[in-house]
Structure formats: structure tokens, C-alpha cells
T-cell receptor
Framework: GAVVSQHPSRVICKSGTSVKIECRSLDFQATTMFWYRQFPKKSLMLMATSNEGSKATYEQGVEKDKFLINHASLTLSTLTVTSAHPEDSSFYIC????????????FGSGTRLTVV | QKEVEQDPGPLSVPEGAIVSLNCTYSNSAFQYFMWYRQYSRKGPELLMYTYSSGNKEDGRFTAQLNKASQYVSLLIRDSQPSDSATYLCAPSSNDYKLSFGAGTTVTVRA
């Protein structure tokens, strides 16, 4: 089945720095990738939809300038948390929609970001 | 009213028990219904997928969908300690965006 590789799995950064999270589709081409954020013991909240070759679509309330999304190729989408603050600490997960062969959405393994 | 509501949990059951997880939704545009299992600090993994009313069985798991009542459930038979996780109900419409319930955390005691 489809596999999405996400890394890093865990990152600690200082306030004010930027962190890049990568998601790669390993055995299929993902023209679309979804980015989610998950707080402890809460469900996944959709942040944005990245589309290969075009601008990402952000959900209401998500700061575009803070969460930069780039989908430069059919196999790579990145989320950069800019000027990170402690309140950005969270679990970030990417997901690719069904690839036409398998049903369901494939999720990355997630990135736990801690801003100190 | 939230778009997707799940039993709040947590649930704690003995090994071998039947676990029943419920999910209701308010958006009639939802067409596809998925159940995901999420272990702590991991990405969700797909358990079941259904799109037509009725039951769908896969091993120890059964998904039941009732579109008229806007209700979907997941049944786990012969539960195992490895089933201890959070279960997420995730419907979607034709725009490919998933909506998630808050999840129900299940603990299966050995």
C-alpha cells in the first residue's frame, strides 16, 4: 500500500528559530498532501492542504506566514514552522489522500515539535 | 454541534471482550467513512473503510454504517492488549478532506 515517510519524528528547537518538517510519498505520486496538528488527547485538526505546483490552501484561523507549506514535487511536501514559539509545540502529521489503488488516507508517522 | 461526535471514553475492557465504538455525524454530505487506530505519539493507521449502509467485516473488526441515522460504529471482537489505542472516526465528502471525531481511547487489560 501507499507509504508516507515523515521526518523528523521529534525535534526540539529554541524560540524564534524555524523548523522544517518533510513528508515524502515513497511509492506513489501525491499531488495533494494534508497537514494536521494534534494537541495532547485531542483529535487531528486540519491546518492546510498543499497542492503540487500551486499555493497551499489554509484552513480558517491558521497563520499562513507562520506555517509555510511547499509542495515542490509530486513526492515531497514540507511544512516550515517559522519563528517558533512554545505555543507551537504540538504533534504535526501529514496525510495523502487515496491514490486510486488503495482506499483510505495514508498518514505519516508524525513529528513531535517542542519549542523551548 | 460538532460535525463528528464519538463516545468520549476512555474504555477499559478485559482481554477477549467485545468493544463497541460509536460515532454520529451531522454533515449529510459525508460519503466515505473511515476508522483509524492511533497509538500514542504515532500517526493514525487505517482500520476500516466503508461507504454504503450496512455491515462490513474484516477479521475481528466490523464497521456498521447507517446513513439514514447518520451513525457509524466499529465493533472489535476478541479484543487483545495490542488493540489498546485511540480510535478515530473519520468521514469525508467528495472534497477529500477528512473530518475527525475526538477519538475514543480503549485499554484492553491482559
Amino acid at each position: 500500500g501507499a507509504v508516507v515517510s515523515q521526518h523528523p519524528s521529534r525535534v526540539i528547537c529554541k524560540s524564534g528559530t524555524s523548523v522544517k518538517i518533510e513528508c515524502r510519498s515513497l511509492d506513489f505520486q501525491a499531488t495533494t498532501m494534508f497537514w494536521y496538528r494534534q494537541f495532547p488527547k485531542k483529535s487531528l485538526m486540519l491546518m492546510a492542504t498543499s497542492n503540487e505546483g500551486s499555493k497551499a490552501t489554509y484552513e480558517q484561523g491558521v497563520e499562513k506566514d507562520k506555517f509555510l507549506i511547499n509542495h515542490a514535487s509530486l513526492t515531497l511536501s514540507t511544512l516550515t514552522v517559522t519563528s517558533a514559539h512554545p505555543e507551537d509545540s504540538s504533534f504535526y502529521i501529514c496525510s495523502a489522500p487515496p491514490d486510486g489503488i488503495s482506499y483510505g488516507y495514508t498518514f505519516g508517522s508524525g513529528t513531535r515539535l517542542t519549542v523551548v | 454541534q460538532k460535525e463528528v461526535e464519538q463516545d468520549p471514553g476512555p474504555l477499559s475492557v478485559p482481554e477477549g471482550a467485545i468493544v463497541s465504538l460509536n460515532c454520529t455525524y451531522s454533515n449529510s454530505a459525508f460519503q466515505y467513512f473511515m476508522w483509524y487506530r492511533q497509538y500514542s505519539r504515532k500517526g493514525p493507521e487505517l482500520l476500516m473503510y466503508t461507504y454504503s449502509s450496512g455491515n462490513k467485516e474484516d477479521g475481528r473488526f466490523t464497521a456498521q454504517l447507517n446513513k439514514a441515522s447518520q451513525y457509524v460504529s466499529l465493533l472489535i471482537r476478541d479484543s487483545q492488549p495490542s488493540d489498546s489505542a485511540t480510535y478515530l472516526c473519520a468521514p469525508s465528502s467528495n472534497d477529500y478532506k477528512l473530518s475527525f471525531g475526538a477519538g475514543t481511547t480503549v485499554t484492553v487489560r491482559a
